[in-house]
């Protein structure tokens, strides 16, 4: 087999969140700026000297894989029951398929069958407190119990505090490109109380490189993230790409030690008016073994942890103000009332099967 040509890896600014949150004002003026552009572009960027500290992400990626390695038998306990309306707890790897732009149920189940199968498991956490008002829709999380699997929840915690802390630092900084006279416009979006947001923790099985390049299997189907913004941490195993639509093709987003990405969603492209990049990306074969012989060669099991910043699900999803003018981007389209509840509840409805036929593809 001869080896493909490889696609030069896309250009993603380092920004360094100190001269966001600390610098001089010309440093800040150019950080927002360089920012902006960025996500006028490809959508995304990495963040340097970020507040969430790599000790912390360290340890996340340790208790991620202490979780997976566990007999499934054993995260069972912990099972998501694929239902769009309780988006907590553990799926195995083929029992979820991701896609974009169709939204017809038999579209979907025909991927399902004839489609390449996902080899991804993933445990979806959600805020770790209790609500602290009366609250009919709390979701809790699905946790093993502490004596399985002592440590964990509280860990959830801290991992939490810290990304929420992140998160509304940078939506203060959008909001302060945007020209919004309430910095906080964004922030306040989510209830304090109980908030939306939530974290995808993912493991990437090891599996024959042959089964990509076949078309048998694929890590992560192309797709555009569902929220407004997502926090992704990355091992440095490789194979996250993004696409570049004037290129026609898709480039590989290479691992950078020390930085986290974050990434444009659904949401603030809409609430940008198109302003702003909801990237189109995938999980394939890692860059650097693209161009050698598949052959008997293995992929390496490969984790990623993604947090998803969601708005309150009572919000409407429209332009925010000043962003009257329409701009490049236009992902899916949008109606003129969806709420983030229903556009969430839409997008994890054709994500994930009913739990009935999952139990055949686990």
């Not at 974009?100 to 080899?119: L, M, N, Y």
């Not at 993004?242 to 990434?263: A, C, H, S, Y």
């Amino acid at each position: 087999m001869v080896g493909i040509e490889l696609v030069e890896p896309a250009h993603i600014p380092v920004i360094d969140f100190q001269a966001l949150s600390a610098g001089t004002p010309p440093e800040r003026k150019a950080a927002l700026k360089q920012l902006d552009d960025a996500f006028q572009s490809v959508g995304l960027v990495h963040l340097a000297n970020h507040s969430i500290g790599q000790d912390l992400i360290e340890e996340a990626f340790s208790w991620s894989k202490r979780f997976f390695d566990l007999p499934d038998d054993v995260k069972e306990l912990v099972r998501h029951p694929h239902d769009p309306s309780d988006h907590r707890g553990w799926a195995a790897a083929g029992t979820t398929v991701l896609s974009q732009g169709v939204w017809d149920q038999a579209d979907i189940e025909r991927i399902r069958k004839t489609g390449p199968v996902e080899t991804r498991e993933a445990l979806e956490t959600g805020d770790p407190y209790p609500s602290k008002a009366p609250n009919p829709e709390f979701t809790p999380n699905r946790i093993l119990p502490e004596e399985i699997f002592p440590g964990f929840e509280a860990f959830t915690q801290k991992w939490w505090d810290a990304c929420i802390k992140q998160e509304l630092q940078i939506l203060r900084c959008l909001c302060e490109i945007l020209d919004i006279p309430d910095k906080d416009l964004l922030g306040k979006q989510q209830n304090p109380d109980f908030n939306r947001s939530s974290t995808g923790w993912n493991h990437y099985l090891s599996e024959p490189t042959r089964c990509l390049t076949s078309g048998q299997s694929s890590r992560l189907n192309a797709h555009t993230d569902y929220g407004q913004l997502t926090l992704l941490f990355q091992d440095t195993t490789g194979g996250l790409e993004v696409e570049d639509e004037e290129g026609g093709t898709f480039r590989p987003v290479l691992p950078r030690p020390g930085t986290i990405i974050i990434q444009i969603a659904d949401m603030l492209e809409r609430q940008s008016n198109g302003k702003w990049k909801s990237s189109l990306h995938r999980v394939t074969t890692p860059h650097h073994l693209k161009h050698i012989d598949a052959g008997d060669g293995m992929l390496i099991e490969r984790y990623s942890i993604g947090f998803f910043i969601q708005p309150d699900f009572d919000l409407v999803i429209k332009p925010l103000p000043g962003c009257e003018a329409k701009g490049r981007w236009s992902s899916l389209e949008w109606e003129d009332e969806i709420t983030a509840g229903e556009w969430l509840t839409r997008r994890f409805a054709l994500e994930y099967q009913h739990k009935d036929s999952s139990k055949s593809a686990a």
